[in-house]
């Protein structure tokens, strides 16, 4: 009886040693093998959000410089345009007399000239002023480009003393009225078939093409004016 009992629990303890084995074998492992699968995707997604958070900071600044970068064209292409844009042009410098107190008296726009990638479109001004508007209206028409506005650039001046001024008294000599005649540069953007065709051009004449500056301005005085 003794020896039988013992026999029922050595059968009994290998069969639950053989389940255990078999769960270990064909459950346990496998769970935990899924679980490291498991883990290692995890850890390879947030690899991923991560590059993926450091290409969307990447793209916000690349967004934000071109915001800014697309500012700074259109003011660039309202400094220099693409075309003449004479009207709105004759507007911004009529604008200028207005705050500087000149009178026009003809505004002549000249034929575009080529000057490397830009043109040059000349603009003939009479007016007449005294010698503190004509100071005030260069200042404003060379500044003008900051607004942003056109580019622009006084070449010469002309001045001699208004018709109207000879032979007045003492209050025109100190500040009489002159008769300006000065030459104004605008710039715009040179066509792509114009630019490309200069170049072999230029080459083969040796010549160039005149280059204002805003800084270089030549001034004559009529005989008989200041």
């Known amino acids: 009886m003794t020896v039988n009992r013992t026999l029922r629990l050595i059968i009994v303890g ?5 389940i255990v084995v078999l769960a270990w074998f064909f459950l346990i492992n496998p769970l935990r093998q899924d679980i490291a699968s498991v883990e290692a995707s995890i850890e390879t997604e947030r690899a991923a959000l991560t590059a993926a958070q450091a290409e969307l900071a990447q793209a916000e600044a690349i967004r934000e410089d071109g915001e800014k970068n697309r500012g700074r064209l259109l003011e660039l292409a309202k400094m220099v345009p693409e075309g003449e844009q004479i009207p709105s042009l004759l507007l911004q410098i009529q604008d200028l007399a207005d705050q500087s107190g000149i009178a026009f008296i003809a505004i002549t726009p000249g034929a575009p000239v080529q000057s490397g990638g830009f043109d040059i479109v000349p603009l003939a001004l009479e007016f007449t002023g005294t010698y503190f508007d004509l100071s005030d209206f260069v200042y404003r028409a060379e500044q003008m480009v900051a607004g942003p506005g056109r580019l622009l650039a006084v070449k010469n ?6 018709a109207e001024t000879e032979g007045s008294g003492s209050s025109a000599a100190v500040s009489p009225e002159l008769a300006v005649n000065m030459a104004l540069y605008a710039f715009q953007m040179a066509a792509p078939a114009a630019t490309a065709a200069q170049a072999p051009a230029t080459g083969a004449t040796g010549s160039t093409a005149p280059e ?5 301005t030549t001034t004559t005085t009529s005989p008989g004016g200041l």
């Open 14 to 18: 290998v069969v639950l040693l053989v």
């Open 212 to 216: 204002p500056s805003s800084g270089e």
């Open 157 to 162: 001046l002309d001045l001699q003393l208004a």
